[in-house]
T-cell receptor, first 112, second 114 residues
Framework: LAKTTQPVSMDSYEGQEVNITCSHN???????ITWYQQFPSQGPRFIIQ???TKVTNEVASLFIPADRKSSTLSLPRVSLSDTAVYYC?????????????FGSGTRLQVQP | SQTIHQWPATLVQPVGSPLSLECTVE??????LYWYRQAAGRGLQLLFY??????ISSEVPQNLSASRPQDRQFILSSKKLLLSDSGFYLC?????????????FGSGTQLSVL
């Protein structure tokens, strides 16, 4: 399985853009990159998923360079409610490399 | 739309007592089902997953067991709880056959073993 490395924690202020980078040097050809958000005492929530280049939805953007060995979750204009733990997972279920292993994630603290 | 139900939300049990946590999914068929555990301030540990009725895979040897008696029902059990079984237990589901698998989690059960 693709091992992922993320920063343990990040701090930001309301209104700023936050970029969280995940390294996955041994990503396989069929692997997807998926990000989840978790608030205290809740289950993780799917944020965004991508395979290459850039993906954008209503809450975030995901940037994936051509070599796919890293990815960056971008949260535009964060608010206090974005304070959470963010997890990066890499895998592809149809190849047996299932993205089921959550690391320690990145704890984002947004200050007023 | 699909929903996942997990109960109870909180549970306090004495050491040595049995455990049964239930999870059900609605709005989909033949889902993959999972049980995770999260210790305070830590990441999620995958305990069990199931790709069909009666099919259970265990990720970590432990004091717990899982069963899938129906397509959309997943049960986590223990015959005798240990102090170390305390934690936040999460059930999740995903669609089968999707290369870009996405997990959808329940609201969790906070288990305290005293």
């Amino acid at each position: 399985l693709a091992k992922t490395t993320q920063p343990v924690s990040m701090d930001s202020y309301e209104g700023q853009e936050v970029n969280i980078t995940c390294s996955h040097n041994n990503i396989a050809t069929n692997d997807y990159i998926t990000w989840y958000q978790q608030f205290p005492s809740q289950g993780p929530r799917f944020i965004i998923q991508g395979y290459k280049t850039k993906v954008t939805n209503e809450v975030a953007s995901l940037f994936i360079p051509a070599d796919r060995k890293s990815s960056t979750l971008s949260l535009p204009r964060v608010s206090l409610s974005d304070t959470a733990v963010y997890y990066c997972l890499v895998g592809a279920s149809n190849t047996g490399r299932r993205a089921l292993t959550f690391g320690s994630g990145t704890r984002l603290q947004v200050q007023p | 739309s699909q929903t996942i139900h997990q109960w109870p939300a909180t549970l306090v049990q004495p050491v040595g007592s049995p455990l049964s946590l239930e999870c059900t999914v609605e709005g989909t068929s033949n889902p993959n089902l999972y049980w995770y555990r999260q210790a305070a301030g830590r990441g999620l540990q995958l305990l069990f997953y199931s790709v069909g009725i009666g099919q259970i895979s265990s990720e970590v040897p432990q004091n717990l067991s899982a069963s899938r008696p129906q397509d959309r029902q997943f049960i986590l059990s223990s015959k005798k709880l240990l102090l170390s079984d305390s934690g936040f237990y999460l059930c999740a589901w995903s669609d089968q056959g999707q290369g870009n698998e996405k997990l959808f989690f329940g609201s969790g059960t906070q288990l305290s073993v005293l």
